[in-house]
């Protein structure tokens, strides 16, 4: 008898897995704090024999190198992949047994295209597919996107996330469940994820890649391919060098007093509160990503890379599963940290700075004012769907850069629901803009009285 287990990465939108039977079991894709699969296998009172990876990841930093290190486990890694330090290396049609007394063996599938050397991994179970971790090959309803490599690779890539679907679904029995790494929020996905679970028999009816012709399959998949962000560049040379262990001890304390020379230094401050707390009272200067967001993808995105950066929190808890989603994008200790009230955050006779919040009816009675400046922050893919008439676009992982391009006058900002309009009112507040930040779903901007149109 087999088992998998899940260990989700929310804040990445991705997941990992382990799998094995009575003694032991193979952990796939881990992340860097890989303290979750080692209590998994405590759980399950197996001992981890293998640790393996699909593809050398583009959208975080790996902890199978270091998991393989203190467990004792093979670490395969695709044969192909340009790696600086000791693997297995794996190749196609490989069989690895898992656990023998059951039967268990994992046999490496060549499936190019996410990476020109992916491989997916299918767990059998006395010669029977019951399960195939397809990391970012086939995924839920769609694929890997095939850009993240080499831009003259984009449409070879993409031809063989074609290729490589098809392979899965002709050579695997359709209840075989497929267990992607990436597609759960994760922008290593071409698109969005319909569901938590599949099989390959859900997918051949359902995804884009199983459905429709290798042409118009590519060219729909080039075209709507969203933007990169940034800190990508740093994640697949950190994992083809071999990523160092991962330090979560807490961070040195900052008082109001270092707070304020670090601003004063130029690094950045990061107030990890809900948006709402935030708004109400912070630290001049300071930047608002919430921890309950997507902290690890916005932060490293917009961060100059190597930038040190101080981290404000409301307690210690809120503090270490910062820690835990910034290492796993490489950003690995904060130069400092303070938790607890703002008002300890700043020196004696400075007060706290704060900005008004609204929804889209508050916009709609303000609109005719001459000196308001309606602030798009999504995506260019987003806005295409629609947008507040004469609004300004600036995506939020370039405002930071273009602050000086935003018109004179209060500037009401707002994405598709407001984790990151507040991060852009916050970045707009440090450098002395009035802003109202709009907290608020896109989807009632037209029913608020707002002129929407359609590009």
């Not at 399960?131 to 003259?152: K, M, N, Q, Y």
């Not at 307690?315 to 300890?344: H, K, N, T, Y």
């Not at 929804?359 to 260019?380: I, K, M, N, P, Q």
């Amino acid at each position: 008898m087999f088992f998998v287990d899940t260990i989700e990465l929310a804040g990445l939108g991705n997941r990992s897995y382990l799998a094995g039977g009575e003694r032991t079991a193979v952990a796939v894709d881990p992340p860097r704090d890989f303290d979750q699969v080692l209590a998994a296998a405590a759980r399950r009172g197996v001992r981890i024999s293998h640790v393996v990876e699909t593809h050398i990841h583009n959208d975080y930093v790996t902890g199978g190198l270091e998991l393989a290190r203190i467990t004792g486990a093979a670490y395969l890694v695709p044969a192909a992949a340009r790696v600086s330090f000791a693997r297995t290396p794996v190749r196609d049609g490989e069989v690895t047994d898992v656990d023998s007394e059951a039967g268990l063996t994992l046999r490496a599938m060549a499936t190019p295209g996410h990476t020109p050397h992916h491989t997916s991994y299918v767990l059998e179970e006395d010669g029977v597919a019951v399960a195939v971790f397809t990391g970012g090959s086939l995924l839920i309803g769609t694929v890997g996107r095939p850009d993240l490599v080499e831009p003259r690779l984009t449409e070879r890539l993409a031809r063989a996330q074609h290729a490589s679907a098809h392979r899965l679904a002709a050579e695997l029995p359709d209840e075989t469940a497929v267990l992607p790494t990436h597609g759960f929020g994760s922008f290593c996905s071409a698109g969005q994820a319909d569901g938590s679970d599949t099989t390959i028999g859900k997918e051949k009816a359902a995804n884009e890649a199983l459905t429709r012709d290798v042409d118009t399959f590519v060219a729909d998949l080039l075209d709507g391919l969203d933007e990169v962000p940034a800190y990508y560049t740093h994640m697949g040379p950190a994992n083809a060098a071999g990523p160092a262990p991962v330090d979560l001890t807490p961070p040195a304390p900052a008082d109001a007093e270092e707070i304020a020379a670090r601003l004063a230094a130029g690094e950045w401050v990061v107030d990890l509160r809900n948006r709402v707390a935030f708004a109400a009272g912070h630290v001049s200067g300071s930047f608002n990503f919430e921890a309950e967001g997507q902290l690890g993808t916005y932060l490293a995105w917009l961060i100059p890379w190597g930038k040190p950066v101080t981290l404000l929190a409301e307690s210690a808890e809120q503090l270490a599963a910062a820690q835990r989603e910034l290492v796993r994008v490489g950003i690995d200790r904060p130069a400092a940290a303070a938790a607890g009230e703002p008002s300890g955050w700043v020196r004696a006779g400075e007060t706290l700075g704060s900005f008004p919040r609204a929804t889209f009816a508050g916009l709609a009675e303000r609109r005719g004012s001459e000196d308001v400046v309606v602030l798009d922050v999504r995506r260019a893919s987003e806005r295409v769907g629609g947008f507040v008439e004469s609004s300004v676009h600036l995506p939020l992982h370039l405002l930071h850069r273009r602050l000086a391009e935003i018109p004179p006058g209060e500037v009401w900002v707002h994405c598709a629901g407001g984790m990151r309009a507040a991060i852009a009112a916050s970045l707009l507040d440090a450098a002395g803009r009035t802003v109202v930040a709009v907290d608020d779903a896109y989807d009632n901007a037209q029913a608020a009285g707002l002129a929407v149109r359609t590009a």
